[in-house]
């Protein structure tokens, strides 16, 4: 088990390699869907991202009478629905990691190499053991594109993920894939 | 009469205290609406005991501190926790689809004006994410209901009882879920069993981690594409441990999942011993010249519940 404890940066997750599991104790900014393609219509982020890990997650969020935010279910979304605009952000705003499920692509994978920046796998539907390592709601920012889309900012402690893809090149996607691939062969 | 609930085993000791105690009277449409919520919620926050012990048991298979091992021990903990804390297992809470076992002469339409009622109260409580999109307008109602939505079947049986099936289907699952046509040249899968089993295997390669596997296969070999693929889905309703009464079924199932098993993609797709849980296949006729196999793909968050209710409409029995 690794420890990767804010404040993040390229070098410190260079140091990751695929396989390595990991957890996150920081600051992450969900932002899925309508934030990449505000971010690659040009917009500036609201918030500087340099250093940073994007969190591909609508979570479901709950206001209580004082005001205070509480995320009640926080799992990741499908990732490659940003494959078209994730290498941009990489580039462009200098994210050091980012967390999703199922994996990116080729595109993707070559961004992180060049700048720094590593995917991290959640485990897909663990909405209740990721949202209690959600400490606090620290931000919230471009709220008009509806709760589950807009950029949260979070403090999370000790937040599990594993390293599937890695600022060298590899991609634990594409080894499971070719190592199932040879098995498959065998069997039918 | 008296409001009366049989709580599900999960249910917080002080949730259910907290209904003794009201004695005031519903009337037999109240009476259903809170049975079918109640339903929602089990659904919703627990997952069924076939299913939680299949999961334990591979969860104990994975080698110690692998990633394999640690992705189970995570969904362990989320199963605990969202019982618990009667909150859902997975944010997507998926396409609600019902299934009703009634008695001759039951009124239908009523019923389901029942259905759409609970659901909108179980999306309020918070049991079920907003998660109906107009597919022409992208617009969400916020309240689950809308064409199609929730999904409701209808049967009828013998007997005086009436059961409600529920299951929730998850997106993700969902697409990573196929139907093929044989025969395929491309798997040299012909129009027999063998060809079948090689289009399913095909499947679940394909699938990668992306269902958020371990996964479980409802499979309908044959009917059109319509029903081929409801038949699949429906085989989900199956027990995990039970057996197929037609006996090279029962040895394809079982066949299938051990040679999953072996394709290395583990959960998550992070590689490891266990891709798949359990593989449940049925058989429809088809038309000479076309030959559909369809598989539906169930994530680990595996949401089904059932219920016969009493004559007052309570919950007499879980059936899972
Ligand atoms: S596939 Fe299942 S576990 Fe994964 S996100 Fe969808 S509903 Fe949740």
């Known amino acids: 088990m690794k420890k990767l404890n804010y404040p993040f940066s390229p070098e410190a997750v260079r140091e990751l390699k695929v396989g390595d599991m990991v957890l996150i104790t920081g600051k992450l900014f969900t932002g899925r869907d309508a934030v990449h393609k505000y971010l690659h219509d040009g917009n500036k982020p609201p918030v500087n991202l340099k250093n940073q890990i994007i969190y591909h997650c609508g979570p479901v969020t709950l206001k209580d009478k004082k005001g205070k935010w509480t995320v009640t279910a926080a799992g990741p979304t499908t990732s490659i629905r940003e494959e078209p605009y994730q290498w941009e952000v990489i ?19 070559d961004a992180c190499k060049e700048y720094g920046c590593v995917y991290f796998h959640a485990v897909g539907g663990a909405a209740q053991v990721l949202a209690e390592k959600i400490k606090s709601v620290d931000g919230l920012y471009l709220e008009e594109f509806g709760l589950p889309e807009a950029i949260w900012e979070l403090s999370v402690e000790d937040f599990p993920v594993v390293v599937t893809m890695d600022a060298h090149g590899n991609s634990l996607h594409k080894d499971v894939e070719a190592s199932s691939k040879e098995i498959l062969k065998t069997v039918l | 009469m008296a409001k009366k609930i049989i709580k599900k085993k999960a249910a917080l000791p ?15 449409k109240d009476q259903t609406i809170e049975s079918l919520v109640e339903l929602i919620r089990v659904t919703s926050t627990v997952v069924p005991d076939d299913v939680f012990k299949t999961i334990a048991a591979a969860a104990k298979n994975e080698v110690k501190d692998t990633t394999a091992d640690y992705a189970m021990g995570i969904i362990k903990n989320n199963i605990d926790l969202a019982k618990f804390k009667s909150q859902p297992l997975c944010q997507d809470t998926g396409t609600v689809i019902f299934y009703i076992y009634h008695p001759p002469g039951f009124h239908q339409t009523p019923f389901k004006e029942m259905i759409k009622k609970a659901v909108t109260l179980a999306t309020k409580k918070g ?36 059961s409600v099936k529920l299951m929730l289907k998850g997106g993700g699952c969902e697409n990573v879920s196929a139907q093929y046509s044989l025969p395929d040249t491309g798997l040299s899968a012909g129009r027999d069993l063998e060809g079948v089993r090689k289009v399913i295997i095909d499947a679940v390669y394909k699938a990668q981690g992306k269902g ?13 594409r319509a029903d081929s693929a409801y038949f699949a889905k429906k085989q989900l309703l199956r027990k995990l441990d039970d057996k197929n009464s037609n006996k090279d079924l029962d040895k394809l199932e079982k066949e299938i999942v051990e040679t999953c098993n072996k394709l290395g993609i583990g959960p998550m797709g992070f590689g490891g011993k ?45 059936l899972y």
């Not at chain 2, 499979?219 to 059109?224: Q, R």
Request: glycine content about 14%.
């Open chain 1, 91 to 109: 580039k462009d705003y200098g994210i050091v990691g980012v967390i999703g499920k199922g994996g990116m692509g080729q595109k993707t994978l």
């Open chain 2, 14 to 28: 002080k949730k259910t205290s907290k209904v003794k105690k009201t004695v005031k009277k519903l009337s037999l």
């Open chain 2, 127 to 162: 049991y079920l994410r907003q998660n109906s999109v107009n597919s022409l307008t992208g617009e969400n109602a916020g309240t689950n209901l809308g064409e199609g939505h929730p999904s409701i079947h209808f049967y009828e049986q013998k007997g005086q009882e009436v």
């Open chain 2, 212 to 224: 958020c596997g371990p996964g479980a296969l409802g499979v309908c070999v044959g009917g059109d």
């Open chain 2, 274 to 318: 266990t891709t798949l849980l359990s593989c449940k296949i049925t058989h429809a006729n088809r038309v000479p010249a076309s030959f559909f196999v369809s598989i539906s793909y169930m994530c680990w968050a595996f949401r089904r519940q059932g219920v016969v209710l009493n004559k007052n409409s309570a919950i007499k029995k879980w």
